[in-house]
């Protein structure tokens, strides 16, 4: 009666609920004697408070916690009920929760079972883990009894205790099997839960606990459902497996439609599944044909289109449903299966509801078409006309970020739409609200415009770009305005009038554009200004170095960048000229012990950097016959405090023309003096002494600097076959492609083009494409094809061309 | 109250209802005097101590209904009994005769429970149970009194006696003066 009383007058009673008032009410949990009724109305209040988000502080909740826990001398039931539930929302606000233990126990032995439930729920709430042992008498009982509200509460509380009470939990292991056989369906599947929770890291326990169940002892399909995964994680766990699919097949003619999705569910699944074991999964879903079915088999046609094929006619009367979930995953699921032809009837079926699905969905579709395109690249019109339409629609980040990366994989992989799909981006990038989007979307103009027809159409959208965004984006478009004026010579002389009113800029942004990279440009460009002298002679842009690296590995530009200007200090070594290419850094001690000594090879004429004291090298292999000589340069030599880093240079002069691989043996000599611990003093006299390094290699690689080649193809064909070489390797050692191409990257130094460097974790074959300089000025190209075989390893054919046939040689052996 | 139920309660038709609160260190007996109490009293084999406090309810041959908080006596429990100060009509305090090296302890809890706000506005009566005098070897309720300082409360009424626990004698004594104490 009284619950019908509130439902009613649910708008004005809890309309406008104030905390304070709500709070001030609860003084009548206070009055004596009790009256149920309004106690309980305003604990309602209060809760729902709570569940509206409203915070209570601490101070506020531990005096309604207390207030509350007078209501304990009230018998009456519905009372007690609304008293549990608030007890477990303050539980882990208020303090001294644990005061109501007492009083809980004791309702676990009070005669009603509805009480007796809730009472445990609650109490398992308030424990903490030092506590626990207290109650573990009434929950182990708990499990056990026979009324399934109870004991199916007493488990569900011990899965809550069971996170910080392990042990405790563990050992009730046998209560919990009691009762998994339970007659109780929720008992039985809040039994099985537990029980796996407790077993969950002995893999054998678990085995043996699902093939037990799995004979049909159990009632409830919510069980059968936890089983289903149970099972489904274990054959996951080992590859291959295939031991317990019987089971997962034998559940699809459960008779509880739950069980039987929640079977197939598993089976598409699988890893590297089979057509044949799919087959009776997707027969079972067809049946269904709910939501979930629909999703689980729009996602099992993105790797197994086939499959899902024969549900396409019962797919086709789902895109109109007027549930819109179901009709986005019909259709594009469809999408995904069916052919060419209904390519434009689908597309014009979803574009007619993308404004009333959420965002979520929006993303199902785009991602629909991302694999569309690629599939049907003659559609590539519609797809793109789509997404751009989609692109100018209201939307989240994530939506729109969808929508970007499909069309960068159109204009990746479809040349011929690349043109049409930029100019889209163009136009978005103009009135974009999402500052990463558009640096993505410029750094990919800078890339793809100056190789497209036109390429000073986009010029005037990208230098909007610089004078109407942020300091981000700014830097972004100031990057790309320098991709445009390395490769187009034509458009060289704008750009460089735009760029320099760019420079005008206050310091923030140059700073900003400064840590996005384009310094060496940006550099040149200041000297240029700088030095009016200079100015007689047009810009000399052929005389930047197009390295990207520094874009896609700051840390490596920033180390040659501070290598750079700490030899620039050094007379002697600034005569050497620009530096060529700074090596890896190569630890030639352990360590732990105190010399550590870091190299770098520097390769106009190679030097050597060194820490710390003096370091002697010898020649100890070369491939050459001509002998180099060693130069030594001691710019200082420290007496003591030897932790304290400096750079030792030693310079190695190579004969002209003549790369030498070698082989370098190092000794660091020096001088040591005792300490005076107390002081730091150290003594007058000293001794010689040296260490013997690690020997250090200087190999192929470091001769080449790693250069970045726009249209790998096109240069490809221009250097000509008449400077190609080809070898064939076999790197049995190696166990993967990805692997493998890490290597050779390594290796050979060279720079990765065309996104070359990225392969998929199991990919069997792969092509490499790399690009570089070596010494002296000449470009080479290598393009690695690679395939892998348990077998033999990784069959590797490397073809380099350059129009140096000895450097062309030299590269190809390196592998080696 | 309703006007109608306390014209019924002054007529005697129905029982009025008061709040106790029962206070006094762990172990001092107190959950056992309350289940000796209790009209349906199972009797316990074992006390286990109270993890916070109890609510129990028992009709006495005075008219009146007692609803009683045992409140657990453990040390970090202490400071909660404050909380209920506001709604009691009387206290009472159970001393364990038999722990003489506690005794102190006892008296402290007592000074600052005094001392409180809350009781100092509110002159309700206390009764002092010298709980255990079955225990030989015991101190007697003047002595008790003597250990407690209670000649020293002065501004409201109060009254010991010797009480076993677990046969219940003497816990009778100690409530008659209660409901002489607390009728209008
Ligand atoms: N000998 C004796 N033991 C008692 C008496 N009253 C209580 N006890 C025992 O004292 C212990 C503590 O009792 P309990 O009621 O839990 O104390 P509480 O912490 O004050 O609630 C129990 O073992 C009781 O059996 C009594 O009058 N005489
Ligand atoms: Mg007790």
């Given at each position: 009666m009284s619950l019908k009383r509130d439902d009613e007058s649910d708008q004005s009673l809890y309309a406008n609920l104030d905390k304070s008032t709500v709070l001030q009410e609860a003084r009548v949990f206070n009055e004596t004697p009790i009256n149920a009724r309004k106690c309980r109305a305003t604990l309602t209040k209060i809760l729902y408070l709570i569940y509206q988000s409203e915070r209570l502080q601490t101070k506020e909740a531990t005096e309604t916690f207390f207030s509350i826990t007078k209501l304990f001398q009230s018998q009456d039931i519905p009372l007690r009920q609304a008293v549990y539930l608030l007890i477990k929302e303050l539980s882990t606000v208020a303090e001294d929760v644990i005061m109501v233990t007492a009083s809980l126990s004791k309702d676990l032995t009070a005669k009603s079972e509805i009480s007796k439930a809730n009472a445990i729920r609650a109490l398992c709430k308030i424990t903490d883990a030092s506590m626990i042992q207290g109650i573990e008498r009434f929950l182990k009982q708990a499990i056990v009894d026979k009324n399934h509200a109870i004991s199916s509460a007493a488990l569900v509380s011990s899965l809550h205790l069971f996170g910080n009470s392990k042990d405790v939990v563990r050992r009730w292991a046998n209560e919990v099997q009691e009762s998994v056989n339970s007659k109780g369906g929720i008992t039985q599947y809040h039994a099985l839960g537990l029980l796996y929770q407790i077993r969950q890291h002995d893999r054998m326990a678990v085995i043996k606990l699902v093939q037990s169940l799995s004979r049909g002892t159990l009632r409830s399909p919510l069980a059968y459902c936890m089983l289903v995964r149970y099972t489904a994680k274990i054959m996951d766990e080992e590859e291959g497996n295939r031991a317990m699919y019987e089971s997962l097949e034998g559940w699809l003619r459960h008779r509880n439609e739950m069980v039987v999705y929640e079977a197939a569910r598993a089976i598409c699944n699988m890893r590297d599944v089979t057509p044949k074991e799919l087959f009776p999964a997707v027969s079972a879903l067809q049946l269904m044909l709910v939501f979930a079915a629909i999703r689980t088999l729009n996602k099992l046609a993105?790797?197994?289109?086939?499959?899902?094929?024969?549900?396409?006619?019962?797919?086709?009367?789902?895109?109109?449903?007027?549930?819109?979930?179901?009709?986005?995953?019909?259709?594009?699921?469809?999408?995904?299966?069916?052919?060419?032809?209904?390519?434009?009837?689908?597309?014009?079926?979803?574009?007619?509801?993308?404004?009333?699905?959420?965002?979520?969905?929006?993303?199902?579709?785009?991602?629909?078409?991302?694999?569309?395109?690629?599939?049907?690249?003659?559609?590539?019109?519609?797809?793109?006309?789509?997404?751009?339409?989609?692109?100018?629609?209201?939307?989240?980040?994530?939506?729109?970020?969808?929508?970007?990366?499909?069309?960068?994989?159109?204009?990746?992989?479809?040349?011929?739409?690349?043109?049409?799909?930029?100019?889209?981006?163009?136009?978005?990038?103009?009135?974009?609200?999402?500052?990463?989007?558009?640096?993505?979307?410029?750094?990919?103009?800078?890339?793809?415009?100056?190789?497209?027809?036109?390429?000073?159409?986009?010029?005037?959208?990208?230098?909007?770009?610089?004078?109407?965004?942020?300091?981000?984006?700014?830097?972004?478009?100031?990057?790309?305005?320098?991709?445009?004026?390395?490769?187009?010579?034509?458009?060289?002389?704008?750009?460089?009038?735009?760029?320099?009113?760019?420079?005008?800029?206050?310091?923030?942004?140059?700073?900003?554009?400064?840590?996005?990279?384009?310094?060496?440009?940006?550099?040149?460009?200041?000297?240029?200004?700088?030095?009016?002298?200079?100015?007689?002679?047009?810009?000399?842009?052929a005389a930047i170095p197009t390295v990207t690296r520094c874009v896609a590995a700051p840390g490596s530009a920033d180390a040659q960048r501070a290598y750079a200007a700490a030899m620039e200090k050094i007379p002697e070594l600034a005569m050497l000229g620009d530096i060529f290419k700074s090596s890896k850094p190569v630890e030639l001690t352990e360590s732990e012990t105190e010399y550590v000594v870091s190299f770098n090879c520097r390769n106009t004429i190679n030097d050597v950097v060194l820490e710390n004291v003096s370091v002697a090298m010898t020649v100890e292999a070369t491939t050459t016959s001509s002998q180099p000589t060693c130069h030594w340069r001691e710019p200082w030599r420290p007496s003591t405090r030897i932790r304290c880093p400096r750079n030792i240079y030693v310079v190695y002069k190579r004969n002209s023309n003549v790369t030498p691989v070698a082989t370098f043996g190092n000794t660091l000599k020096f001088v040591v003096k005792d300490c005076d611990p107390?002081?730091?003093?150290?003594?007058?006299?000293?001794?010689?002494?040296?260490?013997?390094?690690?020997?250090?290699?200087?190999?192929?690689?470091?001769?080449?600097?790693?250069?970045?080649?726009?249209?790998?193809?096109?240069?490809?064909?221009?250097?000509?076959?008449?400077?190609?070489?080809?070898?064939?390797?076999?790197?049995?050692?190696?166990?993967?492609?990805?692997?493998?191409?890490?290597?050779?990257?390594?290796?050979?130094?060279?720079?990765?083009?065309?996104?070359?460097?990225?392969?998929?974790?199991?990919?069997?074959?792969?092509?490499?494409?790399?690009?570089?300089?070596?010494?002296?000025?000449?470009?080479?190209?290598?393009?690695?094809?690679?395939?892998?075989?348990?077998?033999?390893?990784?069959?590797?054919?490397?073809?380099?061309?350059?129009?140096?046939?000895?450097?062309?040689?030299?590269?190809?052996?390196?592998i080696v | 109250m309703g006007l109608w139920s306390s014209f019924l309660t002054s007529l005697g038709i129905i029982k009025r209802k008061v709040n106790i609160l029962l206070v006094g260190l762990d172990n001092a007996g107190k959950s056992t005097i309350i289940n000796g109490l209790k009209v349906s009293a199972v009797p316990q084999t074992e006390v286990v101590p109270t993890v916070g406090f109890n609510v129990e309810t028992f009709s006495t041959q005075h008219r009146l209904t007692f609803t009683v908080f045992d409140m657990s006596g453990q040390g970090k429990y202490r400071d909660l009994w404050e909380y209920y100060y506001p709604d009691v009509e009387a206290i009472v305090f159970v001393i364990d005769a038999s722990d003489k090296i506690r005794a102190c302890v006892a008296r402290d809890e007592l000074e600052t429970m005094l001392q409180n706000k809350v009781l100092r506005d509110r002159k309700i009566p206390i009764l002092f149970f010298a709980n255990k005098m079955d225990v030989e070897g015991g101190m007697s309720p003047s002595e008790c009194s003597g250990a407690l300082g209670l000649e020293e409360i002065k501004d409201r009424n109060w009254t010991i006696c010797a009480t076993n626990g677990i046969t219940g004698q003497g816990v009778g004594v100690g409530l008659d003066w209660l409901a002489e104490e607390l009728k209008y």
């Open positions: 993105l790797s197994n289109p086939a499959s899902v094929a024969p549900c396409n006619l019962d797919m086709e009367n789902l895109i109109t449903d007027t549930n819109r979930s179901i009709a986005t995953y019909a259709i594009t699921t469809l999408l995904k299966t069916g052919n060419e032809a209904s390519v434009d009837r689908l597309m014009k079926q979803i574009t007619g509801f993308m404004s009333e699905i959420s965002d979520d969905f929006k993303i199902i579709v785009v991602d629909a078409i991302r694999s569309l395109c690629l599939k049907f690249p003659a559609k590539q019109g519609v797809m793109i006309n789509f997404l751009s339409n989609i692109l100018r629609d209201e939307g989240g980040y994530e939506f729109k970020r969808s929508i970007v990366e499909a069309i960068f994989d159109i204009i990746y992989h479809i040349p011929e739409a690349k043109e049409y799909a930029l100019s889209h981006l163009c136009e978005f990038i103009e009135d974009c609200e999402f500052t990463k989007l558009a640096v993505r979307i410029l750094h990919l103009l800078g890339v793809e415009g100056p190789k497209s027809a036109t390429p000073s159409k986009f010029i005037r959208y990208i230098y909007n770009r610089i004078i109407l965004e942020n300091a981000t984006v700014k830097a972004a478009a100031v990057s790309a305005m320098g991709h445009f004026a390395v490769e187009v010579p034509e458009l060289r002389e704008r750009i460089r009038v735009l760029l320099t009113r760019a420079l005008d800029d206050n310091d923030d942004e140059v700073r900003d554009r400064e840590t996005f990279s384009w310094p060496t440009l940006e550099n040149g460009l200041v000297n240029y200004l700088a030095h009016p002298e200079l100015q007689r002679a047009p810009f000399d842009i107390a002081t730091g003093e150290a003594d007058e006299e000293g001794y010689e002494d040296e260490y013997l390094l690690e020997d250090l290699e200087l190999t192929t690689a470091d001769y080449i600097q790693p250069t970045f080649v726009s249209d790998f193809g096109r240069t490809w064909e221009q250097v000509g076959q008449q400077h190609e070489m080809v070898e064939a390797f076999e790197l049995s050692a190696i166990t993967s492609v990805k692997d493998a191409v890490t290597k050779i990257i390594d290796i050979l130094g060279m720079e990765a083009c065309d996104g070359s460097y990225s392969v998929k974790d199991k990919a069997t074959t792969h092509t490499l494409l790399l690009a570089g300089m070596f010494v002296g000025g000449i470009g080479a190209l290598v393009r690695c094809r690679m395939a892998y075989d348990a077998s033999s390893g990784v069959t590797l054919e490397i073809a380099c061309r350059c129009e140096d046939p000895e450097v062309c040689e030299r590269i190809v052996n390196s | -």
